[in-house]
């Protein structure tokens, strides 16, 4: 069992930065392959938003999120981070962080086993 609690979240004005931080306890945080992070809106699907492997070697953005957020992730500190700026009204959702044993060719939420919280991100325009 791994545990997953994020923070950092709040509301910012459209163009404002937050960083989002995933503490893990429990199994050994370097054991999961794979680090994420997934947002959903009121009334939408979760969707992907960024993912990180092991070494932080292999990283990959969402579409939308790319060239505005970065994923790292410190193993020492058992932390994986989500640094965004740029922020839009649109990236306004619950933000989650979520591990998984496997580097998979679509990120989906079912690939992740484990999932904090969420943490609110409300983007005011």
């Known amino acids: 069992q791994v545990q997953l609690v994020e923070s950092g979240g709040g509301s910012v004005q459209a163009g404002g930065s937050l960083r989002l931080s995933c503490g893990a306890s429990?199994?050994?945080?370097?054991?999961?392959?794979?680090m994420g992070w997934f947002r959903q809106a009121p009334g939408k699907e979760r969707e992907f938003v960024a993912r990180i492997n092991r070494s932080g070697g292999s990283i990959q953005y969402a579409d939308s999120v790319k060239g505005r957020f970065t994923i790292s992730r410190d193993n020492a500190k058992n932390t994986v981070y989500l640094q965004m700026n740029s922020l839009k009204p649109e990236d306004t959702a619950v933000y989650y962080c979520?591990?998984?044993?496997?580097?998979?060719?679509?990120?989906?939420?079912?690939?992740?086993?484990?999932w904090g919280q969420g943490t609110q991100v409300t983007v005011s325009s």
């Open positions: 429990g199994r050994t945080f370097s054991n999961y392959a794979v």
């Open positions: 979520a591990a998984s044993r496997l580097w998979v060719g679509v990120p989906v939420p079912g690939d992740f086993g484990y």
